[in-house]
C-alpha cells in the first residue's frame, strides 16, 4: 500500500502535457489553476523551448521586427505546475510513459498532447534543401537575416493561405527594395467574401506584391521555382508555407490518427483508441458538426481549456462534456497598418460583415496579443478562459443511426 493511501490521502494522478503552444499553454494554465487547492493532480509541462512561440508574429520575427520575449516558465511561477525543457522523442501509451531527449522519461496518468503542426515541407521536393519555412522563431530569425544581407532581389512566397499573405505584405512592407511573388494555387482570400477579398488582393497590390494563382509548384531549385507548366520563376529566396504536417510520434505510438496524422477525438477530446489521452490544437483531428476542426489559434486555445475542465471532471467522478467550437472570424494583417477581418458563420464561411484599413490591422494586433494576457488572468480566474462560441446549430452533431 502506498504511503499516501495509507495516509487515507487520494493517490496522485499525474498530467503530462506534451508541448506549450497556444492550446497546451491553455490546459496548462487552466488545469492547474483548477487543482492547484486539491493537492492530488500534478501537472507537468514539457516543451522545446522556454520561450513561447507567438506563431501569429512570426512573420514580424521572418522581417526583423522585435517581438517580446515570453517565458513560459516564468508564466508557470506559481501555479505549481512543472516545466520541463526538452524534446519528446516518444510515447508508449501501453506504459503510460513518454521519452524526452531520449533519455529522460516521464510518468502520466493523463495525457494532453499538443505538439502543434508545422508547413508540410515534404510536399514538393527541394523545399526540405532550399526553402525557408516560419515552422518555428528560429527558423523565422534565419530567414529575417537573409532578407536583411539581401541587397536586391526577388523573394517568392509558396502558398497563397492566410500564413502566405501575411508573410508576403509584411516582406513586401519591411523590404521595398525587393521584389514579392506570391505563388498558389488558390486566389488570396478565397474563402472571404467577394468586397473583403478584393480589398485584401487591391492592399497586397499597392504593398507592391505580384500575385500569381492558379499555379502549381512542383519544384524548389537553388535560385528559381519551378511550376507545373514548365516555367521557372526566379527566386532568390523562397519561403514555404503551404499544407500542414504534425509530428509522426502519435502515429508511432499507435493511437488512432486521420490521414495527416493527427490524433482522431472522441466528442469530449480524448483519443478514440486511447482514452487515457487528449488530443488539443492542430494535433487533433476534432470532428464537429461542420467537419473537422482545422488549426487556427481561435480554435486550439479553447480545446486546451476544454481538456483540462474534462480532467478535473474526470477526477471528481464526472463525466467529460462534448467539446464544441464555432468560428467566429479571420483576422488578417496586411503589413503593420492595413488589415481584413472578415466575419465568420460557426463553419468558418464568409458573413457579410468585415472590417478593412486601420481598424482591422487594430483588431488583428489586438486578437494577436491576446493569449498572453488570456493565460495571466486564467492563472487566478480559470473560468475567465472558459467562454468561447459553441457554434449552435452547426456544432450539433447528429448520432448515428
Ligand atoms: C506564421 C503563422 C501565422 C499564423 N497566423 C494565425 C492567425 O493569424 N490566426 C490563427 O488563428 N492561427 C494562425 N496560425 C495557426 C496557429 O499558429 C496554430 O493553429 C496554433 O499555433 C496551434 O496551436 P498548438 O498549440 O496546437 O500548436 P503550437 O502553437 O505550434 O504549439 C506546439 C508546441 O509544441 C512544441 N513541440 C512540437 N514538437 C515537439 C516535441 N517533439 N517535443 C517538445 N515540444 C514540441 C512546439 O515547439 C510548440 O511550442 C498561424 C500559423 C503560422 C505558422
Same mark, same amino acid.
Given at each position: ?10 493517490? *496522485? ?35 522545446? !523551448? ?14 526583423? @521586427? ?97 500564413? /502566405? ?35 485584401? !488582393? ?7 506584391? !505580384? ?84 488549426? *487556427?489559434? @481561435? ?15 474526470? @477526477?471528481?467522478?464526472? @463525466? ?21 477581418? !472578415? ?41 475567465? /478562459? ?16
Amino acid at each position: 500500500m502506498s504511503a499516501q493511501r495509507e495516509a487515507g490521502m487520494a493517490p *496522485t494522478h499525474r498530467v503530462l502535457i506534451l508541448g506549450a503552444g497556444y492550446a497546451g499553454m491553455a490546459a496548462a494554465i487552466q488545469l492547474a489553476a483548477r487543482v492547484k487547492r486539491r493537492g492530488d493532480v500534478h501537472v507537468t509541462v514539457v516543451n522545446a !523551448q522556454e520561450r513561447f512561440t507567438e506563431r501569429l508574429r512570426l512573420p514580424m520575427t521572418a522581417t526583423g @521586427q522585435q517581438v517580446a520575449e515570453l517565458s513560459i516558465p516564468k508564466l508557470l511561477e506559481g501555479t505549481g505546475a512543472r516545466f520541463v525543457h526538452g524534446w519528446v522523442t516518444a510515447v508508449d501509451p501501453a506504459a503510460k510513459i513518454v521519452r524526452i531527449d531520449d533519455e529522460r522519461v516521464l510518468h502520466y496518468d493523463t495525457l494532453v498532447y499538443g505538439l502543434g503542426s508545422v508547413a508540410d515541407t515534404a510536399a514538393v521536393p527541394g523545399v526540405e534543401d532550399y526553402g525557408y519555412t516560419l515552422n518555428s522563431a528560429q527558423d523565422a530569425e534565419v530567414l529575417a537575416d537573409q532578407l536583411a544581407r539581401l541587397g536586391s532581389g526577388t523573394v517568392v512566397v509558396g502558398g497563397s493561405g492566410l500564413t /502566405g499573405i501575411e508573410s508576403a505584405a509584411e516582406i513586401a512592407e519591411q523590404h521595398p527594395h525587393l521584389n514579392v511573388a506570391l505563388l498558389g494555387r488558390q486566389e488570396p482570400g478565397a474563402a472571404m467574401n467577394p468586397k473583403a477579398k478584393a480589398y485584401l !488582393q487591391s492592399a497586397l497590390k499597392r504593398l507592391g506584391v !505580384q500575385v500569381r494563382s492558379g499555379v502549381e509548384i512542383v519544384k524548389v531549385l537553388p535560385d528559381a521555382v519551378e511550376l507545373a507548366d514548365g516555367e521557372s520563376v526566379v527566386a532568390d529566396v523562397f519561403l514555404w508555407t503551404s499544407g500542414t504536417r504534425v509530428s509522426p510520434l502519435a502515429a508511432a505510438a499507435g493511437l488512432t490518427v486521420d490521414e495527416r496524422g493527427r490524433i482522431v477525438t472522441d466528442a469530449a477530446l480524448r483519443s478514440v483508441s486511447h482514452p487515457q489521452v487528449y488530443a488539443v490544437g492542430d494535433a487533433a483531428a476534432i470532428r464537429q458538426g461542420y467537419g473537422v476542426m482545422h488549426g *487556427t489559434c @481561435q480554435g486550439g486555445m479553447p480545446t486546451g481549456v476544454h481538456a483540462a475542465v474534462s480532467i478535473v471532471r474526470a @477526477q471528481e467522478g464526472k @463525466q467529460p462534456k462534448p467539446f464544441r467550437f464555432g468560428y467566429y472570424h479571420t483576422p488578417v494583417s496586411l503589413g503593420r497598418h492595413d488589415g481584413v477581418v !472578415q466575419f465568420t458563420h460557426p463553419d468558418d464561411s464568409p458573413r457579410r460583415i468585415y472590417l478593412t484599413g486601420r481598424i482591422a490591422a487594430r483588431y488583428k494586433e489586438k486578437v494577436t496579443a491576446s493569449p498572453w494576457p488570456t493565460y495571466g488572468r486564467m492563472k487566478t480566474m480559470p473560468a475567465s /478562459g472558459a467562454f468561447w462560441p459553441h457554434g449552435g446549430r452547426f456544432t450539433r452533431v447528429r448520432e448515428a443511426g
